[in-house]
């Protein structure tokens, strides 16, 4: 299948959904990720440090806890982008237009598209942009 992977996948492992569909979505993307590697672009991993910063900051994490998930994220299979961001950034910007997202998720729809993987994501708007493009979201019904 091969996944891309968005920073709010990634938190959900982190900080626990609280809707439960979500939270077995959230279960069955890690099993996804765990079989085989998933593609993130170069902001990925400071929008899941964000992510872990905001937990922190909501009581929802101490450090210690944020030191142990980046730790088994560095484990896993997850593999950073190899097109450099400037050599995507036309397309990024008609995506972003064309679906009105920010340049943060026209990005990982770029990705996707570009790549034709499904999308891990928990944002709806970027999501519903995916499908309307073409492309896959996980847990979608084939």
């Known amino acids: 299948m091969g996944l891309v ?9 982190f900080v626990q959904r609280s809707d439960r569909r979500e939270a077995t ?11 085989e590697e998933a593609l ?9 440090l ?7 900051r909501l009581k929802q994490s ?4 944020t030191a142990s998930f980046l730790g088994e994220l560095a484990a896993m299979p997850i593999v950073e ?3 450099r961001p400037r050599f995507a950034q036309d397309d990024v910007l008609e995506l972003g237009r064309k679906y009105k997202l920010t340049a943060y998720d026209a990005t990982y729809l770029e990705l996707a598209l ?3 993987r499904t999308l891990a994501t928990f944002d709806r708007q970027l999501a519903d942009a995916t ?7 996980f847990g979608d019904r084939p």
């Not at 979505?25 to 079989?35: F, G, R, S, Y």
């Not at 964000?50 to 922190?56: F, I, M, R």
């Not at 101490?62 to 806890?65: A, C, I």
């Open 5 to 13: 992977l968005d920073a709010s996948a990634a938190i959900a492992w």
């Open 25 to 35: 979505l959230a279960d069955q993307i890690l099993t996804q990720v765990e079989l």
């Open 40 to 48: 993130v672009p170069a902001l990925w991993f400071t929008e899941v």
């Open 50 to 56: 964000n992510g872990v910063l905001t937990a922190e």
């Open 62 to 65: 101490d450090s210690r806890k």
């Open 81 to 83: 982008d190899s097109v």
């Open 114 to 116: 570009r790549t034709r």
């Open 131 to 137: 499908r309307k493009a073409g492309g896959r979201v």
